[in-house]
Every structure is written in structure tokens, then in C-alpha cells.
């Protein structure tokens, strides 16, 4: 685990040198609240409907915005109105995979101009080091207007069952991260990430990745297609700042019921892992 998990938001945003990190720490605090709802709905209604009741429940709204089949500008300016209400943040799981050309293409302009609203992108290192690079630099390019709201998580491992996100690929995504730590938030991840053979000559003393663990569920176990399920503790007690719930919340029976309970759970379980300073 790392060093910084034992540490309340509050002291990791203090003086948190990466910019979206300290936003991150500083609206779970306000909110008290960890929660990641993954809107995974497929129309612009259904989403903004979900981010508005969630809104008050949750620190960062995760979206898959190729699956909507109604995608406009509209949804653009609904989802940006809502993040500015109720303070969360939209985290768009693109999953970028490809050459540093192509992904800055993808990610900048487009038909879905993803730069231009969500603050938060992940990407496979897959390809190596130049997709971090290419991220990297459309997002602090002297015409991008909103370069320190941009960060990048590192999917360095995966929940599905199988997953090749393991050894040499996640300690290479430790490397990565360290090396474009003015971009790279943190991870996505099923644990903390420590320093496990990865180059530990590029570690700073003030290093503090946010980690986001998704797969969490209070009732399953997994799905039939290789999704496998933690519960909020135990993502959590294995270092997940923050839990990404998707079918657990938005299929519940009462969506917002279900968001108050994984909020409460997921902030419990912090507050033991800090020892309740
Ligand atoms: P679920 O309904 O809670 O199973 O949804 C999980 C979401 O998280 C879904 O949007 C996936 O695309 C996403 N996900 C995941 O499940 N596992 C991973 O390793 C990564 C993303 Br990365």
C-alpha cells in the first residue's frame, strides 16, 4: 500500500503537486463522499438524469460517451452544467490504445471533443511510452485552454477475469507515471500500487497516485462475462481512493438509495483506513 493511503483527503490535497489529484481530494472531503458512479446508460436523458439525482452522493461521474446513441452538444453542455452544481468531476473511460498521432486525434476535436469536457482520461500503456507522451502534451499545449483541469489515470490492471494488465505492463505503468507525473493522476487499478521492481530511481518523495478501483459491487460476485467483483472495504482496505460502482447503482431498484449506501460504505471504510484523524 502506499505510503500516502494512511493520510486523510484533506493532508493529500493540502499541497498536492498534481493539480487534478488535489481537486480530486478536495471534493471527496467537501462531500465526504468516494463514490464513482459509471453512468454506463445509453441515452444523453438517462445520463443527465442520473448525474443530477447522483449528483449530491458522488465525487466523480464516469462516463463511456461512444455507447450513447443520441451524442450532441447538448449533452456536452448538461453534463458540464451538472458537474458545476453539484461539484463532481467527469471521467471519460475512453481507454485510449493506440500511436501518439491517433490518440491526440481522439482525444482533442472530433465528434466527441472529449478534451473539451472531461477532466479526467485513462489510457493502456500498451503501445509504450508515446501514447502518455501524446496525452501528455495536447493537454499542455499553449492553445488548449484547459490544460490544469486535464489529468490521465494509467489503466494498469484490470478487474476482468484473465487480464493481462499484470507484471512487466503494471510496473511499466508505475514508470510512466512517474515520469509525466504533472499529467498522470493515478491509476486505475485493483490495489495501491507500491514500488514493486518498478524504477524506483524515477520515485519523488511527494509522490501520492490517486487510485480509482472499479468493479465494485455490494451484491455480486461478477458477471457473466468476466467482470469479478469486490465489495467497497475491500477496495478500499486495498487502497482504491476512490470505488467505481456501475450496474451496483444505476440497476438498483432506487439508483439514488443505492449511491447513499455505497457512499456511506465507501467513507467508512476510509475513515478506517486512516484511523479516524
Ligand atoms: P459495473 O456495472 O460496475 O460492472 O461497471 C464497471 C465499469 O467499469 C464499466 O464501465 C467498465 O467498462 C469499467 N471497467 C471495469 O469494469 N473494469 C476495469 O478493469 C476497467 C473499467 Br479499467
Known amino acids: 500500500m502506499s505510503s500516502k493511503s494512511q493520510l486523510s483527503y484533506k493532508a493529500r490535497a493540502s499541497n498536492h503537486p498534481n493539480v487534478l489529484a488535489k481537486k480530486l481530494f478536495e471534493i471527496a472531503e467537501a462531500k465526504q463522499t468516494n463514490v464513482t458512479v459509471s453512468a454506463d446508460v445509453t441515452t444523453t436523458k438517462e445520463l443527465l438524469d442520473l448525474a443530477d439525482r447522483l449528483g449530491p452522493y458522488i465525487a466523480v461521474i464516469k462516463t463511456h460517451i461512444d455507447i450513447l446513441s443520441d451524442f450532441s452538444d447538448e449533452t456536452i453542455t ?8 453539484h461539484n463532481f468531476l467527469i471521467f471519460e473511460d ?27 482520461i485513462n489510457c493502456s500503456i ?20 484547459y490544460g490544469p483541469e486535464r489529468g490521465l489515470l494509467i489503466l494498469a490492471e ?28 493515478g491509476f486505475v487499478s485493483t490495489r495501491a500500487l507500491g514500488d514493486e521492481q518498478a524504477d524506483s530511481s524515477l520515485a519523488t518523495e511527494d509522490e ?6 472499479t468493479g465494485v459491487n455490494l451484491s455480486s460476485k461478477g458477471d ?29 431498484p432506487d439508483p439514488v438509495d443505492a449511491a447513499k449506501q455505497y457512499q456511506k460504505q465507501g467513507w467508512e471504510a476510509y475513515l478506517a483506513r486512516i484511523g479516524g484523524q
Not at 501520492?208 to 478501483?213: A, I, L, M, N
Open 126 to 145: 500498451l503501445p509504450g511510452e508515446g501514447i502518455v507522451e501524446a496525452l501528455a502534451q495536447t493537454a499542455s499545449a499553449s492553445d488548449f485552454p
Open 158 to 185: 484490470m478487474t476482468s477475469k484473465g487480464s493481462l494488465a499484470t507484471g512487466e505492463y503494471t510496473k511499466k505503468s508505475i514508470d510512466y507515471a512517474r515520469k509525466y507525473k504533472n499529467f498522470v493522476t
Open 78 to 85: 448538461g453534463l458540464n452544467a451538472l458537474a458545476a452544481k
Open 224 to 252: 457473466k462475462l468476466g467482470q469479478q467483483y469486490q465489495t467497497p472495504q475491500s477496495a478500499i482496505g486495498r487502497g482504491a481512493d476512490f470505488i467505481i460502482a456501475g450496474r451496483g447503482i444505476y440497476a438498483a
Open 208 to 213: 501520492d497516485f490517486v487510485v480509482f478501483t
Open 94 to 120: 475512453r481507454k485510449f490504445i493506440d500511436i501518439g498521432n491517433t490518440v491526440q486525434k481522439q482525444y482533442h476535436n472530433g465528434t466527441l471533443r472529449i478534451s473539451e469536457w472531461a477532466h479526467i
